[in-house]
């Protein structure tokens, strides 16, 4: 499993996804080491086809790449 969200957490506050990605990995939560941070939209459609071609060689299914904007 994969952490890429988080409930109600009181007392931790975070202005970007990437902020709270960060602390689940620091909490100790598994994050997928695929997300990429930061890219523009040229660097996006390269990781789009690249992460076509990784598809098949991933050890779990998945069924599509979600962007998030912060």
Known sequence: MFAY??????????????EMLDAL???????NNLIQKSISIDELLLFYKKLEELRKELEYEIDGMVIKVD
Not at 5 to 18: A, D, N, P, Y
Not at 25 to 31: A, M, Q
């Open 5 to 18: 969200g988080t409930g109600l957490v009181q007392g931790v506050e975070f202005s970007f996804q990437g």
């Open 25 to 31: 990995k620091k909490f100790g939560f598994i994050v």
